[in-house]
Protein backbone atom coordinates (compact mmCIF):
# COMPACT_ATOMS: atom_id res chain seq x y z
CA UNK A 1 0.00 0.00 0.00
CA UNK A 2 2.74 2.29 0.74
CA UNK A 3 5.33 1.53 -1.22
CA UNK A 4 6.35 4.79 -2.89
CA UNK A 5 6.39 6.32 0.71
CA UNK A 6 8.88 3.60 2.00
CA UNK A 7 11.16 4.42 -1.14
CA UNK A 8 10.96 8.57 -0.36
CA UNK A 9 11.57 7.46 3.49
CA UNK A 10 14.70 5.59 2.55
CA UNK A 11 15.83 8.52 0.08
CA UNK A 12 15.80 10.96 2.93
CA UNK A 13 17.52 8.59 5.38
CA UNK A 14 15.07 6.22 7.05
CA UNK A 15 16.21 2.62 7.50
CA UNK A 16 12.82 1.78 5.65
CA UNK A 17 11.57 -2.32 5.31
CA UNK A 18 8.71 -2.63 3.08
CA UNK A 19 6.44 -5.66 1.83
CA UNK A 20 4.22 -5.76 -0.01
CA UNK A 21 2.55 -9.01 1.42
CA UNK A 22 3.71 -10.23 4.39
CA UNK A 23 1.67 -12.23 7.30
CA UNK A 24 -0.07 -9.57 10.10
CA UNK A 25 1.59 -11.62 13.12
CA UNK A 26 5.03 -11.53 11.49
CA UNK A 27 5.25 -8.03 10.24
CA UNK A 28 3.96 -7.81 13.99
CA UNK A 29 6.59 -9.88 15.74
CA UNK A 30 9.41 -8.29 12.95
CA UNK A 31 8.48 -4.79 14.25
CA UNK A 32 8.79 -6.08 17.74
CA UNK A 33 11.97 -7.55 17.23
CA UNK A 34 14.14 -5.07 15.58
CA UNK A 35 12.01 -2.22 17.62
CA UNK A 36 10.41 -0.85 14.04
CA UNK A 37 7.45 1.33 14.07
CA UNK A 38 4.65 0.52 11.69
CA UNK A 39 3.84 2.86 9.04
CA UNK A 40 0.50 1.56 7.43
CA UNK A 41 -3.18 1.62 6.18
CA UNK A 42 -4.11 -1.03 7.28
CA UNK A 43 -6.19 -0.45 10.33
CA UNK A 44 -6.39 -3.75 11.77
CA UNK A 45 -2.57 -4.16 11.52
CA UNK A 46 -2.32 -0.76 13.47
CA UNK A 47 -4.97 -1.74 15.81
CA UNK A 48 -2.92 -4.48 16.30
CA UNK A 49 0.65 -3.17 16.84
CA UNK A 50 -0.74 -0.69 18.99
CA UNK A 51 -1.94 -3.35 21.32
CA UNK A 52 1.90 -4.84 21.24
CA UNK A 53 3.25 -1.74 22.09
CA UNK A 54 4.40 -0.64 18.71
CA UNK A 55 4.91 2.94 17.51
CA UNK A 56 2.42 2.80 14.72
CA UNK A 57 1.19 5.33 11.83
CA UNK A 58 -1.99 4.91 11.19
CA UNK A 59 -2.25 6.57 7.85
CA UNK A 60 -5.97 7.56 6.77
CA UNK A 61 -4.43 10.83 4.05
CA UNK A 62 -4.34 9.49 0.15
CA UNK A 63 -1.71 11.68 -1.37
CA UNK A 64 1.89 11.26 -1.00
CA UNK A 65 2.29 14.56 0.21
CA UNK A 66 -0.38 14.20 3.19
CA UNK A 67 0.68 11.30 3.99
CA UNK A 68 4.39 12.54 4.85
CA UNK A 69 3.08 15.17 6.73
CA UNK A 70 0.99 12.91 8.77
CA UNK A 71 3.96 10.26 9.86
CA UNK A 72 6.16 13.54 10.29
CA UNK A 73 3.36 14.55 12.97
CA UNK A 74 2.53 10.97 14.22
CA UNK A 75 5.89 10.88 14.98
CA UNK A 76 6.92 13.87 15.84
CA UNK A 77 9.20 14.77 13.11
CA UNK A 78 9.82 18.49 12.53
CA UNK A 79 11.81 19.17 9.40
CA UNK A 80 12.29 16.16 6.20
CA UNK A 81 15.80 16.79 4.63
CA UNK A 82 17.38 15.79 1.99
CA UNK A 83 21.25 14.41 2.74
CA UNK A 84 22.82 12.53 -0.01
CA UNK A 85 25.29 11.57 2.44
CA UNK A 86 22.92 9.42 4.58
CA UNK A 87 19.98 8.32 1.82
CA UNK A 88 19.82 4.99 1.74
CA UNK A 89 19.04 2.65 -1.31
CA UNK A 90 15.10 3.33 -2.52
CA UNK A 91 15.07 -0.43 -4.33
CA UNK A 92 16.73 -2.55 -1.18
CA UNK A 93 17.31 -0.01 1.68
CA UNK A 94 21.04 -0.91 1.78
CA UNK A 95 23.49 1.38 2.77
CA UNK A 96 24.59 4.20 -0.35
CA UNK A 97 28.55 5.44 -0.27
CA UNK A 98 30.19 7.77 -2.47
CA UNK A 99 31.99 6.77 -5.19
CA UNK A 100 34.48 7.98 -7.49
CA UNK A 101 33.11 8.58 -11.17
CA UNK A 102 36.38 7.06 -12.92
CA UNK A 103 34.90 3.63 -10.75
CA UNK A 104 31.15 3.81 -13.19
CA UNK A 105 31.92 5.55 -15.57
CA UNK A 106 31.44 2.35 -18.04
CA UNK A 107 27.90 1.42 -15.71
CA UNK A 108 26.25 5.40 -16.33
CA UNK A 109 24.32 6.51 -19.46
CA UNK A 110 27.87 8.48 -20.96
CA UNK A 111 25.60 11.79 -21.01
CA UNK A 112 24.94 11.20 -17.42
CA UNK A 113 28.86 10.77 -17.07
CA UNK A 114 29.91 13.76 -18.84
CA UNK A 115 27.13 16.22 -16.68
CA UNK A 116 27.11 14.56 -13.21
CA UNK A 117 30.18 14.82 -11.31
CA UNK A 118 28.82 13.04 -7.76
CA UNK A 119 28.24 9.10 -7.62
CA UNK A 120 26.60 6.94 -4.97
CA UNK A 121 26.73 3.31 -5.05
CA UNK A 122 24.48 0.98 -3.01
CA UNK A 123 26.26 -1.64 -1.12
CA UNK A 124 23.90 -4.44 -0.72
CA UNK A 125 22.60 -4.18 -4.70
CA UNK A 126 24.84 -2.09 -6.03
CA UNK A 127 22.64 0.06 -8.29
CA UNK A 128 24.59 3.49 -9.07
CA UNK A 129 22.60 6.73 -8.02
CA UNK A 130 23.30 10.85 -8.78
CA UNK A 131 21.30 13.81 -8.40
CA UNK A 132 18.65 13.79 -11.13
CA UNK A 133 15.24 15.85 -11.61
CA UNK A 134 13.71 13.67 -9.48
CA UNK A 135 15.89 14.47 -6.49
CA UNK A 136 14.69 18.18 -7.59
CA UNK A 137 11.20 17.18 -7.64
CA UNK A 138 11.71 15.47 -4.21
CA UNK A 139 13.48 18.57 -2.26
CA UNK A 140 10.24 20.81 -3.80
CA UNK A 141 7.92 18.15 -2.53
CA UNK A 142 9.72 18.54 0.89
CA UNK A 143 10.06 22.42 1.01
CA UNK A 144 6.40 22.07 0.70
CA UNK A 145 6.11 19.53 3.40
CA UNK A 146 8.34 21.60 6.12
CA UNK A 147 6.41 24.70 5.17
CA UNK A 148 3.06 22.37 6.67
CA UNK A 149 4.94 21.45 9.70
Not at 8 to 19: A, N, Q, V
Not at 102 to 117: C, E, G, L, R, S
Amino acid sequence: MLGTIAKKMRILGFDSKYFATIDDDDLILLAKKENRAIITKDHQVADNAKKHDILTVDITTHTEKDQLIEIAKKTGFTKYEFNPNIARCPICNGILHGVEKHQIIDKVPPKIAQNVKEFWICEDCKHIYWEGTHIRNLEKLIAEINGQL
